[in-house]
């Protein structure tokens, strides 16, 4: 289980929220300026942000559009079955059943800021989403989001079957669903994310999901969205500043300096060390490719004097930089 201090999101998975603001004739830039983001960080796949920061920036969009069912109303019209989460579970699943157990492998390794479950009684199935971090910024949109998407999922593979009176949607945010969505009875709760509830029948509905053919989710085998992970990610395109501090790559995360620490104390180590770390292995990196002058790779990593990032790079690796070109240039040879 995730780390109660971790809780990330893959930056990309907002992309159907901007599409659907931008198709609404929408600037999008404030509500990712305020977040201290620009759109093209969505271009990256690996990029991982706070769920802090996620739910700020969908809530932020659903003011711009000026539309308090925002998410509920993106999860009715995009093409979700060439959305990561939904494209990868749907890929080789026959029935809604084994979509949902699909699923909850998947979200792993877009989140871990939630974790999914599916239980199986004789007279009711339950799909439910709990939330493994408490933020500032309340996951409105994002609740409203995943409960349309989920009923959609359900009624369209249940077809004839379907029947609104025998689904129940439990969640602490109803405001972010119109009043007889669907048909649906939903409930508030005090509970920490989302429940549906409905006919276990209903598992065996053929799915039907057409998923796009060789679709890739850009994502690595073996993802890691851990705390490390995200603040490597977040820290790398501001590198140029050798002044870069904790708190600056606290705010890209979204996270408070002391949240961010504490976090990292629980992975035994600290901001300072994992920028040193990161630098040394994107020193190693171009210095392996003979493509930049070592004064380049220097101030690319925020060394404006060449003999400060020398003196850097041998204190870490034990050999200058010269040096530690050449070995690597004699191995290939």
Known sequence: MPLSTDGFIRL???????????????????????????????RDPKMAVHAEVVYGLVNDLAVLVGDPYFGCHVAEQFD????????????????VGEFLCSLMMQVPRESSSV????????????????????????PLQIEGFGAALYLRLIQGATSDAWDPAKVRVYTPFPQAVPRGHMGIRLIKTDGTGL????????????????????????????PDLSIVA???????????????SAE???????????????????????????????????????????QQTIGMIGRSLGYADQSHFTRFFKSQAGVSPSDFRRKVKAKVQ
């Open 230 to 244: 995200a603040l490597r990610s977040a820290a790398r395109p501001l590198l140029m500043n050798r002044e870069l």
């Open 115 to 138: 974790r999914h479950a599916l239980t199986i009684e004789a007279d009711c199935a339950t799909y439910s989403v709990t939330r493994l971090v408490k933020t500032q910024n309340q």
């Open 12 to 42: 990309a998975l907002v992309m159907p929220f901007v599409q659907h603001a931008e198709n609404q004739h929408v600037d999008v830039r404030p509500a990712f300026e305020s977040l201290g983001l620009s759109k093209d960080m969505l």
């Open 248 to 290: 600056d790559v606290a705010q890209k995360l979204g996270l408070d300096k002391k949240r961010m620490e504490a976090a990292l104390r629980m992975q035994n180590t600290t901001a300072a060390r994992e920028l040193k770390k990161l630098r040394i292995e994107l020193a190693k990196a171009a210095l392996s490719d003979n």
């Open 80 to 95: 979700f079955a060439n959305w990561p989460p939904i494209a990868e579970a749907g890929r080789n699943s026959r029935t």
């Open 195 to 222: 429940e549906i509830k409905f006919p276990p029948a209903w598992l065996h509905a053929a799915l039907g999901l057409k998923t796009a053919i060789g679709y890739e989710n850009g994502s690595t085998k073996d």
